[in-house]
């Protein structure tokens, strides 16, 4: 049987792959996780958001995505998470539990799942990475113009090209070495002549992105001044352990 200690590493790293769909930000680094435990042969995960009314969709794909990702571990009887301080927090808990989906959580009153929403936020994701990459290029000094035949090849190495070619792969568009840097929603080259719009609605999205990330972290600290959001909560196993977690 695995120590506890390593349990609760394995969950925080889980965790720490679980990302706020409208920030694109791991929850662990935004501090959403507000407690963690692993116990008697399972795990349980306390979370919380900056304000009372979040919208439900957005905080229903957080707390399932942390369930999903805890339960593909394959190494507990049993996982709990759990939002606190929301406004539908129950609906959301009681349907994450059952695994009844967004719809069934709120019966009656959703019309439907939430995949088109994730794809959207996803889209966003990419085109903000897009821009950190070119920006990477053109602070060494290309030109715009040139960027027309560039491929993911010519990205240096970096924490930027690796987000960028994670959000192709989500996507399901081309991934590889040799794809277009630029590319549209079906994964066909875009025009030479439309790359500089492209570019500036990529910075914008990527500016809107950072800015909602910050906005939020502020209401964070707000709402709950005696704890940081910055790093981490603890992760508490077996008899008292402390697991690691960042």
């Not at 808990?93 to 995949?115: I, K, P, R, Y």
């Not at 924490?159 to 192709?168: I, K």
């Amino acid at each position: 049987m695995t120590a506890a200690p390593a349990l609760a590493e394995q969950a925080w790293q889980a965790l720490s792959g679980v990302r706020d769909p409208e920030l694109d930000e791991p929850i662990t680094e935004l501090g959403f996780v507000v407690a963690a435990a692993v116990r008697d042969g399972g795990v349980s995960v306390r979370l919380r958001l900056p304000t009372y009314f979040c919208a439900p969709n957005f905080a229903y794909l957080m707390v399932a995505d942390a369930y999903d990702a805890l339960v593909a571990l394959g190494e507990f009887d049993w996982v709990e998470v759990r939002l606190t301080d929301h406004f539908a927090a129950e609906e959301i808990n009681a349907g994450v539990a059952a695994e009844a989906g967004f719809a069934g959580a709120f019966a009656g009153q959703a019309a439907g799942e939430l995949d088109e929403l994730r794809d959207t936020f996803r889209r966003k994701a990419h085109l903000a990475c897009l821009e950190r990459a070119c920006r990477t290029l053109l602070d060494s000094g290309w030109q715009i113009d040139a960027l027309a035949g560039t491929t993911l090849g010519d990205l240096p190495a970096s924490a930027e090209r690796e987000s960028l070619v994670r959000r192709r792969a989500e996507l399901g568009l081309p991934s590889g070495p040799d794809a277009p840097l630029f590319v549209e929603d079906d994964g066909e080259p875009v025009p030479a002549g439309a790359l500089p719009k492209r570019l500036r609605f990529a910075k914008a999205v990527r500016v809107s992105i950072e800015g909602n990330s910050a906005f939020c972290r502020g209401l964070l600290r707000t709402r709950y001044p005696e704890a940081g959001v910055e790093g981490a909560v603890g992760f508490a196993g077996a008899e008292g352990v402390e697991g690691k977690v960042s």
